[in-house]
């Protein structure tokens, strides 16, 4: 049942006039039909759009209407829209109507104007046969703007809270508050011109529902920057956002609760390009960002019994240029496959480093080559499971020409069943462009280092190339996981026959050791390399002790670094790797587990196993008792005292990381005291980055966008993701799988202007993308992305290789709906 809307107070209509000025666009919806109430069950009449569009003036029905007192902002914002009409060049000014009269949209006269305004509402404020004609004039193709109370108009339609988007909850802020809005959206006319990080005060509402993945959402608030109250929901808060929606565009803003908002410069420049879009003056996007407009599509069946014939247990992706998928099996078998774990069999972690392929065109998965590797080992205690194995691939940047494919992997051959030690490698191979087949004669050994198999863990793995051919090689730290309370890694007393695997000084804090780094080489045509200039260190570097460096080190100081990106129109590396396993923060130790991803525009230390986040230290141990500390590290003037050290003992300073998360949740920071030093309080941190949780946490850098306006691919991804970086977690859940909006220039540390959640683009939950192990874009502009299955160390019918593509269509209007100019000026009365 529709309720009547109250009586209003009379008053006198309200009419704004802004002249247009000479070269103004025509309007394209003159000359529709005029609408009348419609006959009982009869459907509403339909406005028309001309064909061509054009030919009068673009217009704008400003509408008031309220069932009780009418809000102060209205005459603020009236005048506002006015002056919007008149601003910037001629051919995009527009004249407006103001009205508070509902009658209005049974009028002939409604199919006059390009877009429909409204300010306020607070009730059912239009009848049936207004309403009716309102989803007429957005069938034909019209525009909405609702701002800020216009969501609670018209509460019992449901077709109204579909043009909206979303409704107010019981409680919002009554009070003025000034907030951050964060801008995610830079190319919608509504938001490119905008900071990136809004800080404006208003009346902010809350929503009943969240409409994100509903709605194309441009801007959110910053929830630590206000008192949202008991209904403020999560993070993610939208406050602009826009849909096309029944044939029109709909486009809303819950920003504009004060008079004083109006007079805003950027709020003016906000309204002006929702304005702008909703008349058909300019175009926008506004489906990048609704999650119905992806498509998750699973391209491996689950394996035969007893073989890998569609995929080994994931661990790596790559895309070569005509579109074919290379993903790559670390070593572990599914549960058929035997197990060794005793040291005195010969074939102790022996398993399958699996090359495959999936082709595009015949939509079939190839088994390229199987390198036999030590890494099938999995379950049990510490000393039991083990993470080498294959663990990176990349295509050589010639690949189309030469076939050369690169693999980061752990030789069986190579291991040392007495000192439980191994080699790691990085080689060239070969592959039969004809055949999809590995050619395991052709290889070519790049780079080779020691690394401890005795105790599991922390291989690293990724690679990547930047523009000059510099190949990037992420490797772990090689430590045990153990001994240290799940704080630093920095116990040198369990030891193995004279190599302690609990002290992660020996590795990732030594600049001579080649574990717990980002590796930069040039490979070379012979395959051999050369080192690029500026790397951390020469080689050539010595100090007093003696200690030495290696030249192929780029970041040092990283702990797990499983995926790593580079972006090659600015050759800033993109990483994230893995914390430790201390479930809260300790004043005694220090931090607890951050798992960690950095954009990297230059060679340094990243602080493990010394400092993590932004530069928050951890303490030294004692010996001969590592469980008593000693003095906190200092973060600007590192010293390596590590009796296994056999680098330089002043080391670069540790940088801080751009964002860090923990079981608490994201970003953690403390109080500090006069040395610097956080309190580590749990019931002082703050949380700085609250769209981050964690728990069971493992860090899965992805890729940064870029989006090719030459790329023919129906699939592509829109350009709305246009240099926004992925970022995600081998976990479902609460844990991140979001794009993020970076500041501008290389500042170390810096914290992300903006986050979107991508969960409902990559999807979660049961029969989604679960565990989440690799991702990255393809040639076609989709992303693909492999699924390590359920369980661990293994592969299962759940192990997948997906492709997420866009269904979403081009932006709106369409070109040939666009307004046109106008060969007069008129006023419209």
């Known amino acids: 049942m529709r309720l009547q809307p109250h009586p209003k107070r009379a008053r006198p209509r309200r009419s704004r006039i802004a002249a247009l000025l000479a070269g103004a666009l025509a309007a394209g919806l003159l000359g529709a039909p005029a609408l009348a109430a419609p006959p009982p069950g009869a459907p509403a009449p339909k406005l028309a759009l001309p064909s061509p569009p054009g030919g009068e003036d673009v217009r704008v029905l400003v509408f008031h209407g309220a069932t009780g007192e009418e809000s102060p902002t209205v005459d603020a914002a009236i005048e506002a829209i006015e002056k919007i009409g008149q601003q910037g060049p001629a051919q995009e000014h527009f004249t407006i109507r103001a009205t508070d009269d509902p009658a209005i949209f049974t009028k002939p006269r409604l199919g006059r104007f390009n877009a429909v305004v409204f300010l306020t509402g607070d009730g059912d404020v239009l009848d049936p046969a207004q309403e009716a004609g309102l989803e007429s004039f957005m069938e034909a193709g019209g525009g909405f703007l609702g701002v800020h109370d216009a969501a609670r108009a018209e509460p019992y339609s449901e ?156 661990h790596g992706v790559v895309t070569a240029e005509d579109g074919r998928v290379f993903y790559i099996g670390r070593g572990g078998g599914d549960a058929s496959q035997p197990v060794v774990t005793d040291w005195d069999d010969p074939d102790i972690g022996k398993g399958k480093g699996q090359v495959h392929i999936w082709d595009p065109e015949t939509e079939q998965v190839t088994l390229a080559g199987e390198l036999t590797v030590f890494g099938n080992k999995g379950g049990g205690g510490e000393l039991v499971k083990n993470e080498e194995g294959l663990l990176g691939i990349e295509l050589d940047p010639d690949f189309a020409r030469n076939g050369w494919v690169y693999l980061h992997y752990t030789p069986h051959s190579e291991i040392d069943r007495d000192t439980h030690m191994a080699k790691r490698r990085v080689s060239r191979f070969t592959l039969d462009q004809q055949t999809d087949k590995l050619d395991l004669d052709s290889e070519k050994v790049l780079l080779e280092w020691p690394v401890q198999i005795h105790s599991c863990c922390h291989a690293g793995g990724g690679m990547a190339w930047d523009s000059e051919d510099n190949l990037y090689i992420a490797t772990g730290d090689n430590n045990s996981s153990q001994y240290s309370d799940g704080y630093s890694g920095n116990n040198p007393e369990p030891d193995f026959k004279g190599v302690s695997f609990a002290d992660a000084r020996r590795t990732a804090g030594n600049t001579n050791n080649l574990n717990g780094k980002i590796l930069r080489i040039h490979p070379e045509g012979d395959g051999t390399y050369t080192l690029p200039e500026d790397n951390l260190f020469t080689g050539e570097e010595t100090d007093e002790g003696g200690g030495k460096t290696r030249g192929e080190i780029y970041v040092m100081g990283v702990r797990n670094p499983a995926r790593i990106a580079v972006d090659k129109e600015t050759d800033t590396l993109y990483a994230g790797w893995v914390g430790p396993d201390a479930q809260s923060p300790s004043p005694t130790w220090g931090p607890a587990k951050y798992d960690t991803f950095a954009r990297i525009t230059s060679a340094g230390n990243q602080g493990w196993p010394y400092c993590m986040g932004n530069k928050q230290p951890y303490r030294d141990r004692n010996l001969p008792d590592p469980s008593k500390p000693l003095g906190w590290y200092d973060c600007d003037h ?192």
């Open 638 to 829: 590192l010293k390596n005292e590590s009796p296994n050290n056999d680098g330089l003992v002043n080391i670069p300073p540790a940088r801080g990381n751009n964002i860090w998360y923990s079981p608490q949740g994201g970003g953690p920071d403390f109080p500090r005291d006069e040395n610097g030093v956080p309190s580590y309080r749990e019931d002082e941190q703050q949380l700085t980055l609250p769209w981050l949780k964690g728990g069971g946490q493992a860090a899965m850098n992805g890729p940064l966008y870029r989006f090719d306006a030459d790329n023919p691919a129906k699939g592509k991804w829109p350009s709305y993701w246009d240099g926004k970086w992925f970022v995600g977690d081998f976990y479902d859940g609460d844990q991140p799988r979001h794009a993020l909006v970076m500041p501008k220039g290389d500042t170390v540390g810096a914290q992300p202007d903006h986050a979107e959640s991508l969960d409902g683009i990559v999807p979660v939950g049961e029969g989604g993308i679960r565990n989440l192990m690799d991702w990255k874009f393809g040639p076609d502009g989709a992303l693909y992305v492999l699924d390590y299955g359920r369980g661990f160390f293994t592969s299962d019918d759940k192990s997948a290789l997906w492709r997420v593509t866009y269904k979403g269509g081009e932006p709106t209007p369409s070109p040939e709906d666009m307004a046109e100019p106008a060969l007069r000026k008129e006023t419209v009365r």
């Open 159 to 314: 077709w109204f809270t579909g043009l909206i988007g979303a409704r107010p909850a019981e409680h919002s802020p009554s009070k003025v508050q000034r907030a951050t809005v964060e801008v995610g959206d830079r190319q919608h006319p509504a938001t490119k011109d905008l900071p990136v990080e809004w800080k404006r005060p208003d009346r902010w509402l809350n929503w009943r529902e969240n409409p994100s993945g509903k709605v194309h959402t441009v801007a959110r608030l910053r929830t630590t920057t206000y008192d949202g109250g008991a209904d403020a929901g999560g993070w993610d808060h939208p406050v602009s956002w826009c849909r096309d929606y029944d044939g029109g565009r709909s486009f809303y803003t819950s920003m504009g609760g004060t008079a004083a908002s109006f007079a805003e410069t950027d709020f003016r420049t906000h309204l002006r390009g929702a304005l702008m879009w909703t008349t058909r003056l300019a175009r926008a996007d506004c489906q990048a960002a609704i999650s119905a407009n992806y498509e998750a599509k699973r391209l491996t069946e689950p394996n035969q019994p007893g073989q890998s014939d569609q995929i080994g247990e994931p």
